[in-house]
């Protein structure tokens, strides 16, 4: 592929296919763009998203949305107590005529897979989904299954109901790109989802914005985003700064500030540069870090909050070049 031909993926096609996508996620939650930009950009990094909000105010709706913008495979798992490691991944059953074992594929063998409530599910079962989601691959008596490409996971939780939950591990936060909360809608979107959504599912009204072709050429156009050397110091830069801060007691992993960078990627493309500069890192920075960072008890108790802190972080690094220089390099 030419240079010529990846600015134009990267410009008026790339621009084009992530448009249709926001316009039909719009259509079904109503003021929520910023929403659901995050989660386009999570779709395009090659991240999984977890949607942690109250009940009601569009989590799984969101996930459905987004899921039905590609004309791929999509399952559900509607996470519960009882759920084992085997209905998620699969189960190999013996086959009496070929006296051999057959593997049954379960519901993460999907191109978009929405795991409802996923802190419903015991420890065992959710760290079913350890390899599925770092490695993109299911393991099942010695013999490994790779995954559809491409593979997304997009799981909702409810933070405030304790009872009957099993907290997500903070290996399996880790494996999330993004941690978003939907929010409460504002006066007038509340007015209009009362008009729109009273007779009608407003998911009946989304069609399929690209196929899976289409969407693995995105995600192979977001690769071809520049970084430069500044940026990348400035990730390290702020993930070091988590881990040596005197208040926090676990900060960002290697592993997160990768995703950071690919969540920036994702950034400056959905935004129409094929170059990343300091505003892209800081603008996800939040979705990727905080359910990734635990404070200390003492922090904890005294009523300080993640936010705040990385806030004060993001503020105090400097970086070496601005957006302009940066962009001359790429």
Not at 101 to 120: C, S
Not at 163 to 174: I, K
């Amino acid at each position: 592929m030419t240079t010529q031909q990846q600015d134009l993926t990267l410009g008026a096609d790339f621009h084009d296919a992530c448009q249709r996508i926001l316009d039909a996620i719009d259509g079904v939650l109503d003021g929520k763009q910023s929403v659901a930009r995050t989660a386009l950009t999570v779709l395009l990094a090659q991240g999984h998203l977890l949607l942690e909000d109250v009940p009601g105010v569009g989590k799984t709706l969101l996930a459905k949305a987004l899921a039905k913008t590609i004309d791929g495979d999509i399952k559900r798992i509607q996470f519960t107590p009882d759920l084992l490691p085997s209905d998620v991944t699969g189960v190999s059953i013996y086959n009496q005529d070929t006296h051999s074992f057959d593997f049954r594929t379960g519901p993460v063998f999907a191109n978009i897979v929405i795991g409802d409530e996923i802190n419903r599910a015991s420890a065992k079962t959710q760290s079913a989904l350890l390899e599925c989601m770092e490695e993109r691959q299911v393991s099942i008596d010695s013999v490994t299954h790779p995954l559809p490409d491409p593979f997304m996971v997009i799981a909702t939780q409810n933070p405030i109901e304790l009872e009957g939950t099993f907290p997500l591990p903070e290996a399996q936060r880790d494996r999330f790109m993004a941690r978003i909360s939907v929010g409460y809608p504002d006066r007038q979107a509340e007015m209009d989802m009362l008009e729109s959504h009273q007779s009608t599912n407003p998911l009946d009204r989304v069609s399929p914005a690209l196929n899976t072709g289409e969407l693995r050429a995105l995600i192979d156009a977001v690769k071809t985003v520049h970084v430069s050397e500044p940026i990348k110091e400035y990730i390290v830069s702020i993930g070091r700064a988590t881990r040596e801060h005197p208040d926090v007691n676990l900060g960002a992993s290697p592993r997160s500030l990768l995703q950071l960078l690919r969540a920036a990627k994702a950034t400056a493309a959905v935004s129409g540069r094929n170059y990343v500069v300091p505003d892209d890192v800081k603008s996800i920075a939040h979705d990727v870090l905080v359910h990734r960072i635990v404070l200390d008890r003492k922090t904890k108790f005294s009523g300080r909050r993640v936010d705040s802190l990385l806030d004060s972080i993001l503020a105090s690094i400097p970086v070496k070049a601005d957006g302009r220089d940066v962009a001359a390099g790429s």
